[in-house]
């Protein structure tokens, strides 16, 4: 039977990342894809020009229409821009009964927009964290969740996605694409084991990983895989996405998502 993820998360007007690249990426796991949009963007590889923010009573009416309808067996949250959308999802969430949540903790672009007010980031903290099965930050937004800015190394990395999990989150993927070296490095703390993930680095900036990344995960969670082997199903597929990446925008790369996930070879 086809499986139902839904995307919770920003639209972005070039393609490369938020919805569209959600979406694009059910699609290769040959997942069904529903969304609700959180905020409109104008921005493009280059950087993120205008934001704007849709009512928090009509992001929860989206959600709700989804799941009154759809057998919704994983989601994903993405771009979450202000304390009032987090706590109108937060509870959509719970009262809805999602239990397979991907937090994706939108707070710096690729360009280094910020996306997430300052005063949100608690909020993500206090009503996200306890719904998530897992949360998906970079360096930076580790760094910004956890009010410090010592994660600039592996060991780092480690004690963060512990210090992540005590925050609720049952499980945390801190992606280390910014780490030098040869390969890129994501730690996972599942709440029992540390996990390391490696894949050669392009040298590329891309546009959308991460919610490629956390999008790819939920998916195959909604497949019935285990979060360990969805994770490796989707870091193999936005690293193919990335060295396979199309060779236009004047910023950085939007990712190749019609790349063939491992698990539909």
Do not use: W
């Amino acid at each position: 039977m086809l499986k139902v993820a839904l995307t919770i998360a920003g639209s972005d007007s070039s393609g490369g990342a938020g919805i569209q690249a959600d979406l694009k990426t059910f699609s290769a796991f040959g997942v069904y894809g529903a969304s609700a949009i959180t905020a409109l963007t104008a921005q493009n590889t280059v950087g993120v020009r205008s934001v704007a923010d849709l009512d928090p009573e009509f992001i929860a009416e989206q959600i709700d229409a989804v799941m009154d309808d759809l057998p919704v067996a994983a989601a994903k949250t993405g771009m979450l821009s202000s304390q009032d959308i987090i706590e109108a999802v937060a509870a959509r969430v719970r009262v809805r009964a999602i239990l397979n949540l991907v937090v994706d903790p939108v707070i710096v672009a690729a360009s280094g927009d910020l996306l997430l007010a300052p005063g949100a980031v608690a909020a993500m903290r206090e009503h996200m964290f306890p719904l998530a099965a897992l949360v998906t930050p970079n360096l930076r937004e580790t760094e910004i969740l956890l009010g410090r800015e010592d994660v600039k190394d592996r060991a780092a990395m480690r004690r963060a996605a512990i210090d992540l999990v005590r925050m609720g989150a049952r499980a945390a993927l801190i992606t280390g694409g910014a780490l030098p070296g040869p390969d890129a490095i994501d730690v996972l703390f599942d709440g029992h084991e540390t996990h390391e993930f490696s894949h050669p680095r392009s040298g590329r900036r891309a546009h959308g990983a991460g919610c490629t990344l956390s999008a790819a995960i939920a998916a195959g969670v909604a497949r019935g895989e285990s979060m360990l082997d969805a994770i490796r199903a989707a870091k193999d597929y936005v690293s193919n996405a990335i060295e396979q990446a199309p060779r236009f925008g004047n910023g950085s790369r939007p990712l190749n998502h019609l790349v063939r996930p491992a698990a539909q070879r």
